[in-house]
């Protein structure tokens, strides 16, 4: 498993023509210069924080650069969007003030009353509640589906009122892995986008527009920050049109980040090959110390062998991230004890960033999720396992673990 290649995985961003002075050049290379040449005034090597909401124009109806509120555009946080679409090898991407912001003006940018989206059977829960609680409401059906099963999702589609085909790979937080390329034919056969949420791959490990995604949703909280010090969120578009119609719901709806959010995150990007290297260097130890130890069910980690969703995430997968859940076998209360008796892991919500965390879904991040079809075992604790000496991470778990 260590350092395996995998031959299916193809980097969109090496594969073809990037805006880094129009050459192509290696992911590593996009996420420090992507967007990020050095500034025209003085050179500042890193792009300034343009911490401003409106800017002066030469003439009535003469905006310079087209930078007129920073609603509507932001150089710092163009910046980053620049970097997004190159590293996720679409033409549009843009930022916003969280995922679910992000989220959110996807679905009313596509979407209208009547409409209908198939949606994971264990969705984020903060996105099952979008769908459950606020997009319901405004008339937009949803069914979830077992993403890794393409026969599944093809039966949940209404065909001529899906609009939506979404899914998560990995998903949060049974790590189910559904096959993009199979997903895609399964959607566009209907007419329907297929939309992958890759908050948990990152566009280092996993790029879904390569295997015929129309849109990427992020959480750039989570690896693409990956220090877990800004909220955020992005959407990458497949198609150009989509993508400015997109462009025109941000302003329109007016979910943007700040300036420094989007300074913060892109940051953070500069980064994010080398730690997704040590996130899943980690995560392999742990998963293969966690698989048959005594107080530990099943482990799930798509990076295993028996994971059932093993072959379909080495073909689309560069490797297979830094998120483990596991089945406590002393059961519920057993795994309750586990996350209180984490000392390294800190106990918090959220992923993706250098430190690793631990938490119980069905309590946590999961509890919105309780009594719908998307509740999660009450024995599954969740690793988000970060860049720390790993032999300091096994050790804290063999306490934790009792
Ligand atoms: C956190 C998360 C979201 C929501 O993002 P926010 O930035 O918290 O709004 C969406 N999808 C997944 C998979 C997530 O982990």
Redesign the pocket.
């Known amino acids: 498993m260590p350092g395996a290649t995998r031959v299916g995985f193809q980097p969109a961003a090496t594969a073809g023509p990037t805006n880094v002075s129009g050459m192509s050049h290696g992911f590593e290379t996009l996420a420090i210069h992507a967007g990020q040449d050095p500034e025209a005034r003085t050179g500042a090597v890193i792009p300034p924080i343009y911490q401003t909401s409106t800017y002066a124009q030469d003439a009535v109806g003469a905006p310079r650069q087209g930078y007129e509120y920073s609603r509507s555009g932001n150089p710092t946080r163009d910046a980053l969007q620049e970097c997004l679409a190159a590293l996720e090898g679409g033409p549009v991407a843009l930022a916003f003030a969280?995922?679910?912001?992000a989220?959110d003006t996807l679905l009313r940018t596509v979407c209208k009353p009547g409409d209908h989206v198939v949606i994971p059977d264990d969705a984020?829960g903060?996105?099952y509640r979008l769908f459950a609680k606020v997009a319901e409401r405004w008339g937009l059906d949803y069914t979830p589906a077992k993403v890794s099963d393409p026969a599944a999702v093809r039966a949940a589609i209404r065909p001529g009122t899906t609009r939506i085909v979404w899914v998560?790979t990995p998903t949060?937080p049974l790590l189910g892995i559904a096959d993009i390329a199979a997903l895609a034919a399964v959607a566009h056969e209907a007419d329907a986008l297929l939309v992958v949420?890759n908050?948990?791959a990152s566009p280092y490990l996993q790029q879904p527009i390569a295997f015929g995604a129309d849109v990427v949703?992020h959480?750039?909280?989570?690896y693409v920050g990956g220090h877990s010090d800004v909220?955020?969120?992005a959407l990458i578009a497949a198609d150009r049109a989509l993508g400015e119609e997109l462009r025109y719901h941000q302003n329109a709806m007016g979910a943007v980040n700040g300036p420094f959010d989007a300074w913060l995150t892109l940051r953070g990007i500069k980064t994010l090959g080398v730690r997704m290297d040590r996130h899943c260097d980690n995560a392999e130890r742990i998963a293969a110390y966690l698989d048959g130890h005594a107080k530990v069910g099943q482990v799930l980690y798509p990076g295993l062998p028996s994971h059932p969703g093993h072959e379909v995430a080495a073909k689309q997968m560069r490797r297979f991230g830094g998120m483990i859940s596991f089945r406590a076998a002393g059961g519920e209360e057993h795994a309750v004890e586990i996350c209180n008796r984490a000392k390294l892991f800190v106990l918090a919500e959220?992923?993706g960033g250098v430190e690793s965390l631990i938490e119980h879904p069905g309590r946590m991040t999961h509890a919105s999720a309780a009594g719908s079809p998307l509740e999660v075992p009450g024995d599954l604790v969740r690793l988000s396992v970060g860049i720390e000496t790993v032999d300091d991470l096994l050790a804290d778990l063999e306490q934790a673990l009792g």
Do not use: H, M, Q
């Open positions: 969280s995922g679910l912001a989220e984020y903060g996105t998560e949060n949420d908050t948990f949703v959480s750039t909280t989570k909220v955020g969120g959220s992923l």
